[in-house]
């Protein structure tokens, strides 16, 4: 295979990755919606995203999938794997490496402590190649309210019509402690909410807590 052929296929497969974690947007709060697609010899041999409720992972649905056909594959992920678990259970990075999985394709590393470089860093260590960035842009969407959380304890509020692809709608006086409110929904795990045009969007605005 040409160069010019992988770099076409790695861009059509993570963007099958990232269809099916958009289709769980909304559905997998606290954990954010990742794909996973595995391929091997050019065809797809297993493919997840994470489930509702934010469990199991795309990773641990896609790999025991794939069964045999994981070995020597290459693994695209719209997110980078786990390296540890907060449960301690088998870490998402454990699963591809002890399937055989050859090459890693990442769109986006995350920062949360449980991953945060450590599930590349390990994934390299036993001897994988991992590639990041694919896509990056495209994926960004997946995961902006878990960084946001990650970042500020508060779910990200944007203004929608019909909060398709939220966790769920703010409803909240607008004179109200709005940071404090928010706050509680991020210590529940909610990363991304919404609020219709008005009063409320307007407060949010205001006091710095919509994103545009």
């Given at each position: 295979?040409?160069?010019?052929?992988?770099a076409s296929d790695d861009i059509r497969f993570m963007g099958r990755a990232i269809a099916l974690a958009k289709a769980r947007m909304g559905q997998t709060w606290p954990n954010p919606a990742v794909g996973c697609v595995i391929v091997r010899d050019g065809e797809v041999v297993a493919e997840?995203?994470?489930?509702?409720g934010g469990r199991p992972h795309a990773e641990e649905q896609a790999v025991p999938a794939a069964g045999e056909k994981a070995?020597?594959?290459?693994?695209?992920?719209?997110?980078?794997?786990?390296?540890?678990?907060s449960?301690?259970?088998?870490?998402?990075?454990?699963?591809?490496?002890?399937?055989?999985?050859?090459?890693?394709?990442?769109?986006?590393?995350?920062?949360?402590?449980?991953?945060?470089?450590?599930?590349?860093?390990?994934?390299?260590?036993?001897?994988?190649?991992?590639?990041?960035?694919?896509?990056a842009p495209e994926a960004a969407v997946l995961y902006e309210g878990y960084l946001h959380r990650?970042?500020?304890?508060?779910?990200?509020?944007?203004?929608?019509?019909?909060g398709e692809g939220f966790d769920a709608r703010f409803a909240a006086s607008p004179k109200a402690d709005l940071a404090t409110e928010?706050?509680?929904?991020?210590?529940?795990g909610y990363t991304r909410v919404w609020v219709s045009p008005g009063d409320l969007a307007d407060a949010l605005a205001a006091q710095?807590?919509?994103?545009?």
């Open positions: 295979m040409t160069d010019a052929q992988q997840a995203a994470t489930a509702p070995k020597g594959a290459t693994a695209y992920v719209t997110m980078e794997p786990c390296g540890a678990r449960s301690g259970r088998t870490s998402c990075s454990n699963y591809l490496i002890e399937a055989g999985v050859a090459r890693v394709v990442v769109a986006a590393v995350d920062p949360s402590p449980f991953a945060s470089g450590r599930g590349v860093e390990r994934l390299r260590k036993a001897g994988m190649e991992v590639e990041t960035g694919l896509l990650v970042e500020t304890g508060r779910p990200m509020v944007r203004v929608s019509d019909d928010l706050k509680r929904l991020g210590e529940a710095g807590l919509l994103t545009r």
